[in-house]
């Protein structure tokens, strides 16, 4: 536990802190709007396939491994990265950009699939719980990521944020590598397709690719929008984050004890949290047609609430998705927590591929006011498809039900027991 919770403490600090100054900084470089999303874009793009190599492979190549590994290489690069302003401007610092950003993605995709499995792993009964608790660390990434990184970046300059962080999470390497036990398992011959192609399975993975869509779309877009809106200056813009961070992180150990305790409230997290955040990305803007001047409080209220809709949706998707592949016939063991993991993870990052990409190009076109509102629709799709999926699902139960037992076979019983007497 305290072994992933270092990996996704640091390397969500280290994945926004880009958030409040990069955009601007690379905008300098020579960069449009939509080649800052589409840098954004690219380390979920690699993520992506990251994910899943990694997933499929996790026994053969020993969860302690990866995720050591991974980190190694996280840190590494984030240092790197930290050297790209003595790069020159234009195609060549977009490039730079671009190839550092994607050998991140591969090590992040090592060591969050690792963790993920480690995890459900050694909590087998808690796993929501679990990961709504690890999700405490990942939240206070975000929200030490973007104030620090502003901090950091306004007194020291572009490099000194990459560097320290970096450096925090090389120092974690050794420790984990003590401290971590080993993990051996036999591999399957599950594969992802199978487990992907289940309907149910297919349901969660449009969830898990909105709720990161529109979290991406944040990233490339939010700050800017701050800055021109509300006039503030870099440093201050991390702390706008908080809002939806400390509100997701918070509520989030919450949740994943009320998905483990009462495991039929999940559907109805999933689909509500769906909704809501269609709703608060449609109010963020607010969107044109509402006819409402934004205002800097009201901003952060709507973000505090998408930190609660993002976790009633995201905690109780990994639980279901195990669920699902056990009554489907899958075998139990690391391997197929390994291809779990690896569907989240990869589902995550195309959404997060997909959510700065497109942000960043609406945003170009049409503003952050309505960029935002159809962003929006990706949560929204999710949880209408998902809510007619399990109201379709009670459906056929129940009538399977009725079938097999009609309302009069209790009524003849007693009839033949009364003649029988």
Request: proline share 5%; aromatic share 14%; glycine share 10%.
């Amino acid at each position: 536990m305290v072994a992933t919770a270092s990996i996704n403490f640091s390397s969500m600090i280290c994945y926004s802190i880009l958030g409040p100054f990069f955009p601007s900084e690379a905008e300098k470089k020579g960069a449009s709007n939509t080649l800052v999303g589409l840098i954004f874009g690219c380390f979920a793009l690699f993520n992506f396939s990251a994910s899943l190599i990694m997933g499929y492979y996790l026994t053969r190549i020993g969860a302690k491994f990866m995720f050591v590994a991974g980190m190694f290489v996280s840190g590494c690069v984030t240092i790197l990265f930290g050297m790209l302003d003595k790069v020159p401007s234009g195609p060549m610092f977009i490039g730079f950009c671009f190839l550092v950003r994607a050998i991140d993605a591969v090590g992040f995709a090592a060591a969050m699939t690792a963790s993920f499995s480690i995890l459900a792993k050694v909590f087998p009964s808690n796993i929501a719980t679990v990961l709504g608790s690890l999700e405490i660390f990942t939240g206070l990434g975000l929200v030490l990521g973007p104030p620090l990184g502003g901090f950091l970046y306004q007194s020291f300059g572009y490099e000194v944020p990459f560097i320290t962080l970096g450096c925090v999470v090389l120092v974690l390497v050794p420790v984990n590598m003590c401290i971590l036990p080993k993990y051996d398992s036999i591999p399957s011959k599950d594969s992802f397709w199978k487990l992907i192609l289940l309907p149910k399975v297919l349901l969660l993975c449009l969830t898990i690719f909105s709720l990161s869509a529109c979290l991406g779309f944040l990233d490339p877009t939010m700050s800017l929008f701050i800055i021109e809106k509300f006039k503030l200056p870099a440093g201050y813009v991390g702390l706008v984050f908080l809002g939806l961070a400390l509100s997701y992180s918070l509520s989030s150990p919450l949740l994943g004890l009320l998905s483990d305790k009462l495991p039929y409230i999940r559907k109805w997290l999933l689909v509500s949290g769906g909704l809501l955040t269609a709703l608060c990305f449609f109010f963020l803007g607010p969107a044109p047609v509402l006819h409402i001047e934004s205002q800097l409080w009201m901003f952060v209220l709507v973000l505090v609430l998408i930190g609660l809709s993002l976790g009633m949706s995201a905690i109780p998707v990994f639980p279901e998705i195990l669920q699902c592949a056990y009554e489907n016939g899958f075998e139990e063991g690391l391997s197929l927590l390994g291809l779990v993991s690896g569907v989240f993870n990869a589902m995550w990052s195309l959404g997060a591929f997909a959510g700065p990409t497109l942000g960043g190009f609406l945003n170009e076109k049409l503003g952050f006011e309505w960029a935002s509102a159809i962003q929006g629709g990706w949560a929204l799709l999710s949880g209408l498809a998902t809510g007619i999926f399990y109201i379709t699902e009670a459906t056929k139960k129940s009538s399977s039900s009725s079938l097999q037992n009609p309302p009069g076979n209790n009524e003849e019983r007693t009839h033949l027991m009364d003649d029988e007497t």
